[in-house]
């Protein structure tokens, strides 16, 4: 069954802990993004990777941080210094060519203990 | 900002009716695309314009790109109550293959 696993669906979080979020796929996409919802708003970019071994800041990445070490994977740790990190988290995949739609996971929301 | 601002916040109708939102964005786009999402879930991808194109159908859908006035609209045709959702447009910029989402517009379909 195709699509992306994101884990856990809730998290919370204590004071000046850094807490990693799961992003995994096997739609064999290049591309993997992360993005942040905050209620009632739309998304906003955090850090996005198009290949394995390299990725780059988003609009919001400050208090974040990735790695890209294989394609199916693209965890995103939150840390102590992204002051304010209650949100909704969105993972997406897409084949990186020419603005071709993104497949979304389904999520992992956030808050602060 | 690059992302597109859509219009209206919040509209709720009865089932049945035609819902349509707007898109509007800033800057010359390589592509236009409609998401959807459900509460407290991901989102999917309804829809995609390219920037040459200036009406699109999906089954119940029907797009529109206006690149003159930098807008889209979303109409959704005879809708349901499990259209009920929140809707998202997102522009697409091919050099930085990268995209800005709008705010949404939360949609109500009353049974």
């Known amino acids: 069954d195709g699509g992306i696993t994101q884990s856990p669906k809730y998290l919370f979080r204590k004071e000046g802990q850094n807490v990693t979020l799961s992003c995994e796929q096997n739609?064999?996409?290049?591309?993997m993004y992360w993005y942040r919802q905050d209620p009632g708003q739309g998304l906003r970019l955090i850090y996005y990777?198009?290949?394995?071994?390299?990725?780059q800041k988003g609009d919001i990445a400050e208090g974040y941080s990735v790695s890209r070490e294989k394609k199916e994977s693209f965890p995103l740790t939150v840390t102590s210094a992204q002051k304010n990190p209650t949100a909704f988290y969105l993972c997406?995949?897409?084949?990186?060519?020419?603005?071709?739609?993104?497949?979304f996971g389904d999520g992992t929301r956030l808050s602060i203990l | 900002s690059q992302q597109g601002e859509e219009d209206p916040q919040a509209l709720s109708i009865q089932e049945g009716e035609n819902a349509t939102m707007n898109c509007s964005y800033k800057?010359?786009?390589?592509?236009l695309q409609w998401y959807r999402q459900n509460s407290g879930r991901g989102l999917v991808h309804l829809i995609l314009?390219?920037?040459?194109?200036r009406e699109k159908h999906s089954g119940r859908l029907r797009v529109t790109l206006d690149t003159s006035k930098k807008s889209s609209s979303l109409l959704i045709t005879a809708s349901r109550a499990a259209d009920t959702a929140s809707y998202f447009c997102?522009?697409?910029?091919?050099?930085?293959?990268?995209?800005?989402f709008g705010s949404g517009t939360k949609l109500n379909v009353k049974p």
């Open positions: 997406a995949t897409g084949s990186g060519q020419g603005g071709q739609p993104q497949h």
């Open positions: 739609l064999n996409h290049d591309a």
């Open positions: 990777s198009q290949i394995v071994n390299d990725f």
């Open positions: 800057t010359s786009i390589n592509n």
């Open positions: 314009i390219r920037s040459n194109e």
């Open positions: 997102a522009t697409a910029y091919t050099l930085f293959n990268k995209f800005y």
